[in-house]
């Protein structure tokens, strides 16, 4: 396909269920359609609707799917859709994640039910989407396959076991893709820290977020927590020719939290 029709899946491309706030799939979404990404918003959430009206807002073109990634039926279902709208496929970005009160347990307290649950959709939600995209993106001429992982993946937060197990297998996934599609298709994953999103502000009044985000910030090398949007530049990058020799990587976005020595003398 030629760069006048770039085809991009995001899922988890909802904004915000807070009155459409920050997520890290809606700023890709509308990041991807600035650089003249054609869009499919895929979501369980309604508020994949409001990431298409700030796309069409903006001049872009996009289109809201309501599905779940965890339903082999439903995801051919959309890629079919995405075939018939837009003629291909050019850019898949796996997005979703689950969270839940009950997976903030570690391996010997959390639930058999809550365990699989939650592989279910961090990694055989992203195993479906690449199983069944990559034949449209091989047929469009080749592109790009983005994971969202996290620094979870390669530190362990206490009782977070799940978590950081199913994102340490969202990398394994790329670099396995990496070898057994290139050239025609590159894959990289992005590992953020700590990212500003609506979802996580749990009812905070604006005072006790601004003070929840400088508590944070302190374990963060640039005294400051991550946006949306410096995530949804690195997937740019990923997704252009500008990172044309660039597969199987995990690329970390946390400023530096990963390499820093918090002691104190």
Same mark, same amino acid.
């Not at 592989?119 to 990694?123: A, D, F, Q, R, T």
């Given at each position: 396909m030629g760069s006048d029709k770039k085809v991009a899946i995001v899922t988890g491309g909802a904004m915000g269920y807070k009155a459409g706030g920050n997520s890290i799939g809606g700023a890709v979404s509308i990041r991807l359609a600035k650089d003249g990404h054609k869009i499919v918003v895929v979501d369980l959430g309604e508020m994949g609707q409001r990431t298409v009206e700030i796309i069409k807002e903006n001049g872009g073109e996009a289109v809201f799917i309501k599905a779940d990634v965890t339903k082999t039926d439903e995801v051919q279902k959309l890629l079919q859709e995405t075939k018939k709208l837009y003629g291909g496929l050019t850019c898949l970005v796996n997005c979703v994640a689950r969270y839940s009160p009950g997976m903030a347990k570690n391996v010997a307290e959390i639930s058999e039910e809550e365990w699989n649950e939650t592989?279910?959709?961090?990694?055989n939600g992203y195993f479906?989407?690449?199983?069944?995209?990559?034949?449209?993106? /091989?047929?469009?001429?080749?592109?790009?396959?983005?994971?969202?992982?996290? #620094?979870?993946?390669?530190?362990? /937060?206490?009782?977070?076991?799940?978590?950081?197990?199913? &994102?340490?297998?969202?990398?394994? /996934?790329? !670099?396995?893709?990496?070898?057994?599609?290139?050239?025609?298709?590159?894959?990289?994953?992005? #590992?953020?820290?700590?990212?500003?999103?609506?979802?996580?502000?749990?009812? !905070?009044?604006?005072?006790?977020?601004?003070?929840?985000? &400088?508590?944070?910030? &302190?374990?963060?090398?640039? !005294?400051?927590?991550?946006?949306?949007?410096?995530?949804?530049?690195?997937?740019?990058?990923?997704?252009?020719?500008?990172?044309?020799?660039?597969?199987?990587?995990?690329?970390?976005?946390?400023?530096? &939290?990963? #390499?820093?020595?918090?002691?104190?003398?």
């Open positions: 592989l279910e959709v961090n990694l479906k989407m690449c199983k069944y995209s990559i034949p449209l993106i /091989l047929e469009s001429g080749g592109g790009t396959i983005i994971s969202i992982s996290s #620094i979870e993946s390669f530190i362990s /937060l206490p009782n977070f076991s799940v978590y950081s197990v199913s &994102k340490a297998a969202i990398d394994a /996934l790329t !670099r396995t893709m990496a070898v057994d599609f290139a050239p025609k298709i590159r894959s990289n994953s992005v #590992i953020p820290g700590f990212v500003k999103i609506a979802n996580s502000e749990n009812n !905070r009044t604006p005072e006790q977020l601004e003070a929840w985000y &400088k508590d944070v910030a &302190k374990q963060y090398p640039m !005294r400051r927590v991550c946006e949306v949007e410096e995530i949804a530049n690195v997937v740019s990058f990923l997704a252009s020719d500008q990172s044309s020799y660039i597969n199987g990587q995990s690329i970390v976005v946390d400023g530096g &939290k990963t #390499i820093a020595d918090t002691h104190e003398f």
